[in-house]
């Protein structure tokens, strides 16, 4: 078969064109359910945005691809654009630095499972057809060889061709421009794939700077507890829950029928400090507040866990989750999905269910040893494959969706697996508070359950988690807390009326008794 002669440059922007105008048709039919778009300005503004995908994609294009590495890298950008664009038009995904950020850390884990349930026949689909197909469709072009300045030349000229002509069309009509991309910011967001490329070089960007020295927080922390008896905490981490999907909030699916029943539990809910697991489990447990954390800067200083180990309070992290984003670095560790054992009948294609992290809890319990803290890393509520979450015994609410891919269900069958791993977590819980009652005349206990960030289960057409906080619907940042505490102990309220994940770490140093430089009294729950 003949093949189709180009020059670089006449490969280069067919190619940023089709990745333009293909993997964008939301953003597009966004624009034009805008009134104001259907007018001249409005044509000429559309045409500014083509051109500016064009060009930066263009850019990339020409700047990396000689020789063989310009359809190399056409063809990875192809791929790249079309799971970018899967996920941003069909799940209403944000591809910004800290959605960026997670999906390394998924890499960085090792989360094979996770990247798997991604993986759904839509997704396959799509890239199939946007991505893989394309790409494999270079072969059947031919470069025309150029002489490497005539090449260079040529490039420069197309770019700065583009470029004029953009700026061309922008100027005279920049009122416009500047009025509807002010009206309409949000939609940046939903530009594939120049908005995650952008996104991952700021990434980039920001982590080229050399490694800060570790900031130790409160090393001198003391406590000024005079019970004698023992006191021994659960701070359970929980993944995904969205606190108006618990009964206790008034949810009217019997979501926690056991923890209804309990006495002595209290629910509030809170605002979460971010919409991922990468940004709110560190920050859960940072002394900072959310307005002045940062996730970079936390890595490098101490969080509540070493000030409660420093004061002399034994810390422990169980997990049964992808890991504890850096928290549990300087403290005994317990990681549930090394090796793990499949033939358990509590093994999930994740590690195992949440049920696994109960009898974990044993060897930490007793009347004699230090004060001692034990956290709790869920599975939870972990999408987008909510059914295997949670036992089929605890599939109460049908029909539920068995996919991967939520798209593939109704929002009903959604919610319905989402509502059974809220009605598995209530379960786990009141194991746990069980055990403690079990010790309840060798030591105080309490239980603190807390989740990371919420999630969306279809609602707008959104999906899953990781939206930018500031666009961030209240189903991803309003999570529910639970507590509960053994008679005589705390027995004090919940106080408070805009709760959030600041409350946490200083909650946690007052439950200990725990003086320390860093410790607010306003945002302990149970100061008074």
């Given at each position: 078969m003949r093949k189709l002669p180009l020059a670089p440059w006449q490969l280069a922007t067919g190619a940023a064109l089709f990745i333009a105008l293909g993997n964008n048709v939301p953003l597009f039919s966004a624009l034009f359910a805008a009134p104001e778009i259907l007018s001249l300005a409005g044509l000429g503004f559309m045409l500014s945005l083509v051109l500016l995908m064009v060009l930066v994609l263009d850019i990339i294009i020409l700047a990396l691809g000689f020789g063989w590495l310009l359809?190399?890298?056409?063809?990875?950008l192809l791929i790249l654009s079309a799971t970018f664009g899967y996920f941003s038009n069909e799940l209403g995904i944000i591809f910004d630095p800290g959605m960026i950020a997670n999906m390394l850390e998924t890499v960085r884990d090792n989360n094979v499972a996770e990247a798997r349930e991604l993986a759904s026949l839509p997704f396959i689909r799509h890239v199939l057809i946007f991505g893989i197909t394309p790409a494999l469709l270079l072969h059947f072009i031919t470069l025309v060889p150029k002489p490497l300045l005539l090449d260079l030349g040529q490039r420069m000229l197309v770019v700065a061709g583009i470029a004029a002509l953009f700026v061309a069309i922008t100027l005279p009509n920049y009122r416009f421009v500047s009025f509807f991309a002010r009206e309409h910011h949000d939609l940046q967001f939903s530009i594939t794939p120049v908005y995650p490329l952008v996104s991952l070089a700021r990434l980039v960007r920001k982590n080229l700077r050399s490694d800060q020295a570790f900031r130790i927080v409160d090393a001198d922390a003391t406590r000024h507890k005079t019970d004698k008896r023992r006191t021994i905490g659960i701070m359970v981490v929980g993944e995904t829950a969205r606190a108006d999907h618990f009964s206790l909030d008034g949810y009217p699916r019997e979501t926690n029928p056991l923890l209804a029943s309990t006495p002595n539990v209290q629910f509030a809910h809170a605002h979460s400090c971010g919409t991922s697991t990468l940004f709110s489990v560190p920050c859960m447990f940072s002394i900072r507040d959310r307005k002045s954390y940062d996730v970079d800067e936390a890595a490098f200083e101490s969080n509540v866990l070493d000030i409660l180990r420093a004061a002399g309070v034994s810390p422990v992290w169980i997990d049964n989750n992808s890991s504890c984003k850096g928290v549990c670095a300087r403290i005994e560790s317990i990681s549930l999905r090394e090796n793990a054992d499949a033939s358990s009948p509590l093994y999930s294609d994740m590690g195992y269910y949440d049920e696994a992290l109960i009898p974990?809890?044993?060897?930490?319990?007793?009347?004699?040893g230090p004060d001692t803290l034990i956290?709790?890393?869920?599975?939870?509520?972990?999408?987008p494959a909510y059914s295997r979450r949670y036992p089929k015994t605890f599939e109460r609410f049908r029909p539920s969706c068995d996919k991967t891919s939520p798209v593939e269900c109704s929002v009903e069958e959604i919610a319905n697996a989402y509502d059974n791993t809220i009605l598995y977590t209530d379960f786990v819980l009141r194991r746990l508070i069980e055990k403690l009652q079990s010790h309840s005349g060798e030591f105080d206990s309490f239980l603190f359950y807390a989740s990371d960030h919420g999630e969306s289960l279809g609602e707008g057409g959104v999906y899953l988690h990781g939206l930018p906080y500031a666009l961030a619907p209240e189903s991803q940042t309003v999570v529910p807390f639970v507590f509960w505490t053994s008679p005589g102990f705390r027995e004090a309220r919940m106080h408070g009326v805009q709760l959030s994940h600041d409350n946490i770490s200083h909650t946690l140093l007052g439950l200990y008794d725990v003086d320390a430089?860093?410790?607010?009294?306003?945002?302990?729950l149970f100061a008074g």
């Open positions: 359809k190399a890298t056409i063809a990875v974990e809890v044993d060897d930490y319990l007793g009347a004699t956290v709790l890393h869920m599975l939870g509520s972990h999408g430089a860093s410790y607010r009294r306003e945002l302990d």
